[in-house]
């Protein structure tokens, strides 16, 4: 009988670390540029249709423009595509939900 509970016990504690094991995820990195480092991430976009995804990073921008910069990835994590983009704040407002204007702004000394 001993034995019996020695060998359920040995069971359950296989299936269970079986069950909560961890996954393998495939971990990609590449450099982005110092203003976008300097900036904040301000969302991540899917495109169904490509089998993309877009990191959009807000760059330090003035009151009026805004700066964005894009990184887009393929399904596989490769890197596919960079784009810089200067938006009036209302348009940049319109076109991504996410957007909140922080105060982030340079400005330029006489």
């Known amino acids: ?6 060998a359920c016990l040995f069971l359950s504690i296989v299936l269970f670390n079986n069950i909560f094991a961890q996954n393998e995820v495939k971990e990609v990195s ?4 110092r203003k976008a480092k300097n900036g ?13 995804f ?3 990073y807000v ?3 003035s009151q009026k423009k805004v700066k964005i910069e894009t990184y887009t990835y393929d ?3 490769g890197l596919k595509d960079t784009k810089k983009e200067e938006w ?7 076109r991504y939900k996410w957007f ?3 105060e982030m702004y340079t400005t330029q000394m006489d």
């Open 75 to 77: 399904i596989d994590l």
């Open 59 to 61: 760059l330090p921008s």
């Open 100 to 102: 909140n204007f922080r």
């Open 1 to 6: 009988m001993k034995y019996v509970k020695i």
């Open 40 to 52: 904040y991430l301000g969302g991540v976009e899917t495109n169904q249709a490509n089998n993309t």
């Open 30 to 33: 590449y450099d982005i540029s």
């Open 88 to 94: 009036d704040v209302e348009k940049v407002r319109s």
């Open 54 to 56: 877009d990191l959009v």
